[in-house]
């Protein structure tokens, strides 16, 4: 398995819990994008219509030699799910405060996936509690390297 792209913001504006592996319906050569790493996971998201999920807003560069628009690059791409997992998903999005995130971008056997995982927003004071978190763990990580 070789990691292309992760999302680091959702882990930051959202508490991420189930994760789920989904496959990505690509064109032409957007999977030579995907595995050069010309991906960017940042702002998409996954939304569920007519029983299918779908993947929005995550760039894939185009080939440099490819003749796609700025427009094609974030197109909506289908997320190759099974019924059941679509619609335990689309159960868990009708509560209040979930959402569904890509959190990963890999190539396994020759195939791209993303991981997508269910989340619910942080508040401000949630991020802040966090940050200082790290920040005391850095500090105590120092004190023990010194010592």
């Known amino acids: 398995m070789k990691i292309i792209a992760t999302n680091k ?3 930051h504006n959202f508490f991420v819990s ?7 319906s690509l064109k032409g050569g957007e999977i030579k994008s995907v595995a050069g790493g010309k991906v960017s996971l940042s702002d998409s998201f996954v939304t569920i219509k007519d029983g299918q999920a779908y993947l929005k807003n995550c760039y894939i560069a ?3 030699d490819s003749s796609q628009s700025d427009s094609e690059c974030k197109r909506t791409r289908m997320l190759l799910l099974h019924k059941s997992e ?9 509560e209040k405060g ?7 971008i890999y190539i396994t056997k020759g195939k791209a996936k993303v991981e997508i995982a269910l989340a619910k927003g942080k508040k401000l004071y949630d991020k802040r509690n966090v940050l200082k978190e790290k920040a005391v763990q850095r500090d105590i990580d120092r004190a023990i390297k010194e010592a």
């Open 9 to 11: 913001k959702a882990y």
């Open 18 to 24: 189930d994760s789920l592996e989904a496959g990505i």
């Open 62 to 64: 185009p080939l440099t």
């Open 86 to 94: 679509i619609l335990k998903l689309e159960r868990k999005i009708q």
């Open 98 to 104: 979930f959402s569904i995130v890509p959190t990963k």
